[in-house]
């Protein structure tokens, strides 16, 4: 398998794996057990950076499926390279440091990894043209 490939396997790991991090806090709030395997009729209040760490994984949800597409599709046209593995690495760390600095509130880090990763996706890109 390509670095391309492992690359999103990796990505996809990271989104099934983002959850565990803001569960696991909304379960140590007093009352949250409870809560999180109730129906949760009534909100709670969770510290902020559980919000943040679902903004995270949600913002690799919307970004995995471009990710993917671009991979899939170098990987398919015999295009995938030196180059679109070198991309398809640097979004995966970016979006590792993403989800890291986005949890931890540090906001102008958080939109320089995020282009980070937006530049990893276009040097996949160029090599499809």
């Known amino acids: 398998m390509t670095i391309d490939l492992w690359m999103l396997v990796y990505t996809s790991l ?16 007093p ?5 999180g395997f ?11 950076w559980i919000a943040r ?3 995270a994984h949600a913002n690799l949800v919307e970004n995995l499926a471009p990710f993917a597409v ?4 170098a990987h398919l046209a015999g295009k995938a390279n030196e180059t679109t593995a070198l991309g ?14 986005y949890t931890a509130g540090i906001p102008y880090v958080r ?19």
């Open 14 to 29: 990271l989104c099934l794996g983002l959850p565990l991090v803001y569960v696991s806090g909304e379960l140590t709030v």
């Open 31 to 35: 009352g949250g057990i409870p809560w």
């Open 88 to 101: 398809a690495a640097i979004f995966f760390w970016a979006r590792v440091a993403h989800a890291a600095v």
């Open 70 to 73: 671009l991979v899939l599709a």
């Open 111 to 129: 939109t320089a990894t995020f282009f980070v990763g937006v530049v990893g996706e276009v040097m996949i890109l160029m090599q499809l043209f």
């Open 38 to 48: 109730g129906n949760r009729d009534k909100p709670m209040e969770f510290p902020q």
């Open 53 to 55: 760490a679902k903004r």
